[in-house]
Structure formats: C-alpha cells, structure tokens
C-alpha cells in the first residue's frame, strides 16, 4: 500500500479504493495494523469482483518460484519488516486499474506473477485520467 | 480461476457492488464522474 505514501497527488485527482478478500479481523490484525487508509476498503470475500477484473490465481510455482519473491521477503526482513503469516490463500493475484470519470479503463496492470507496477506509474495513470477527459 | 480477462485500456471498467470495512457500500456508478484507482490486493499475510 505504498500509494499511501502519495495522498495528496490522489486527492488532486480523484480518489483510490483497495479491493481485499481477506476477512476484515484478519486484515486489522495484520495489512491494515497500524495503518490508516483514507480511502475504502473493499471486501469480496467471494472473489467475484477479482474474477469480473480478470484476476486468477497464480501457480504454486509461478508465485512461490518466483525469486523476486524471496528477494522481496530478505530484503523486507534486513529493513526490520516483521513477517506476517501468510493469508489464506497466496496464489491469489492483485492487479492495479486506473479509471476514467466517464468509466473508461486507462490503466490496466493485471498480475500475472509477484509483479505490482511502481507507484509512479499508478499515479501518472491517474493524473492523464484527468487531464485527457478535459 | 477468473471469469474474464482483465479489462483492456480503452474498455469500460467492469462493474463491482462491494461493502467496505465500515459497512459502506460503494459500486462502480458511485464513482462516476470521478478518475480512480483501483488496487486488487494479495493476500493479506
């Protein structure tokens, strides 16, 4: 939730929501701890808007064979990052979307593998929303 | 294993009808008039 970190740039432009399918207790006890998300925080427990968005799960290998994974995790542990156990299903992709006020998609990252796009990219997606619909 | 595939650029968003976590319900015609993003999460371990 890095895009956290960039408020006000969101703010100037619309607004973000997050789309979890972890249970709420789980998500307080472990994402959201300590954290305070100014936008929604949407459950679908049923995974109904990940499959309408097109987001699968990833293979065992494709997720837990995936280098970048552990390089993430000992980098996240050198820093202090006390690890979490995991959620109740780790094959589950993310994906990252931008829409336009008129509901057109502009930015479309679906996961296929530990691959979330830099958070400037998300942000210069979301200010072109704005300024291309002028 | 998903229904669709993702929406491209240029596609309209898919619609969604979900609760937050203060009980608020929030859907896709909601934000009209408005850009966003939207950030499908992992796992929450």
């Known amino acids: ?134 | 294993m998903a229904d669709t595939t993702a929406p491209a650029v240029g596609e309209r968003a898919c619609p969604f009808d979900l609760v937050d976590l203060d009980g608020g319900r929030v859907r896709l015609d909601d934000l009209r008039g408005q850009a966003f993003l939207l950030v499908f999460l992992r796992h929450a371990g």
């Open chain 1, 1 to 134: 939730m890095k895009v956290l970190h960039h408020r006000q740039r969101i703010d100037q432009r619309g607004t973000a929501l997050f789309v979890v399918f972890d249970p709420p207790e789980r998500l307080r006890d472990s994402l959201l701890r300590g954290l305070e998300v100014p936008y929604p925080v949407l459950v679908d427990r049923e995974r109904s808007a990940y499959r309408a968005w097109g987001l699968a799960r990833g293979s065992v290998l494709s997720i837990w064979g995936d280098p970048h994974v552990w390089l993430r995790y000992t980098s996240e542990l050198v820093r202090g990052a006390r690890l979490r156990p995991p959620g109740a299903d780790t094959l589950q992709l993310g994906g990252d979307f931008v829409v336009d006020p008129g509901g057109t998609v502009v930015y479309s990252r679906p996961q296929r593998r530990d691959d979330r796009p830099p958070v400037a990219e998300l942000l210069h997606a979301l200010e072109r929303a704005t300024t291309t619909t002028r």
